[in-house]
């Protein structure tokens, strides 16, 4: 079975630095897609990146990228000129490939970012 | 706007008592979702349906069921509730055709069993 690990429940950072989240995962498989969604106190899950493990050049969405290293099995997600509103709590997710679509979540990192 | 609606928003709820969460989508998506968040626990999944008239089993599946007899409804009842089901529940959605692409979230359902 698949398991998520974030051995980070809390972090902090000041406003316009980087942070990086880390996330590790356990899996047999060899073709399968990894994720960070965050969810801001309104409760609401936003998609804030996608990797698929084929690929070796690591995703980038804006601010937030992502260091793919999967001989390591490791996802982490860097956050750079950190905002205010990202303040949030962020969740790595592993997805395998199958026709079902589940998502294995992590614990979750809770960020606050500090003006 | 297109997207998931889930009712109620927050529930108390007396141990023992049925109690139905509602989940409906209106984009066609085959697949659909239920989950518990728990701090400390991330989300799991409790419950899933790759198509109408079909579900199957997730992680934590104890003391739940769930129907799907159209596309666009998934409820989740549970049974007769008990205090460890306090939990905030989400209900999500993906397209069969991009299900690697993720999912779209309702925005929760915050039920506490007292």
């Known amino acids: 079975a698949q398991t998520v690990t974030q051995s980070q429940p809390e972090m902090s950072v000041q406003e316009a630095e980087t942070v990086t989240l880390s996330c590790t995962y356990d899996?047999?498989?060899?073709?399968?897609?990894l994720f960070w969604y965050k969810q801001p106190p309104s409760r609401q899950m936003i998609l804030v990146i996608r990797?698929?493990?084929?690929?070796?050049q690591n995703a980038t969405e804006n601010r937030f990228s992502v260091n793919f290293q999967k001989a390591a099995k490791s996802f982490s997600l860097k956050i750079s000129d950190s905002q205010l509103g990202d303040t949030a709590m962020y969740f790595c997710?592993?997805?395998?490939?199958?026709?079902?679509?589940?998502?294995?979540f992590g614990q979750g990192t809770t960020l606050q970012v500090k003006p | 706007i297109a997207g998931i609606t889930q009712a109620p928003t927050s529930q108390i709820l007396a141990a023992g008592r049925r109690m139905t969460l509602r989940c409906t989508q209106d984009?066609?998506?085959?697949?659909m979702y239920w989950y518990r968040q728990d701090l400390g626990l991330g989300l799991r999944l409790i419950h899933y349906?790759?198509?109408?008239?079909?579900?199957g089993k997730g992680e934590v599946p104890d003391g739940y069921s769930v129907s799907r007899a159209n596309t666009d409804d998934f409820p989740l009842t549970l049974a007769s509730a008990v205090p460890s089901q306090t939990s905030v529940y989400f209900c999500?959605?993906?397209?069969?055709?991009?299900?690697?692409?993720?999912?779209?979230f309702g925005s929760g359902t915050r039920l506490t069993v007292v």
């Open positions: 999500a959605s993906s397209p069969q055709f991009a299900i690697t692409y993720g999912y779209t």
């Open positions: 899996t047999s498989e060899n073709n399968y897609y």
């Open positions: 990797q698929e493990a084929y690929k070796q």
């Open positions: 997710a592993f997805m395998k490939q199958s026709n079902t679509g589940k998502l294995i």
């Open positions: 984009m066609r998506h085959n697949a």
């Open positions: 349906s790759n198509t109408a008239g079909t579900t």
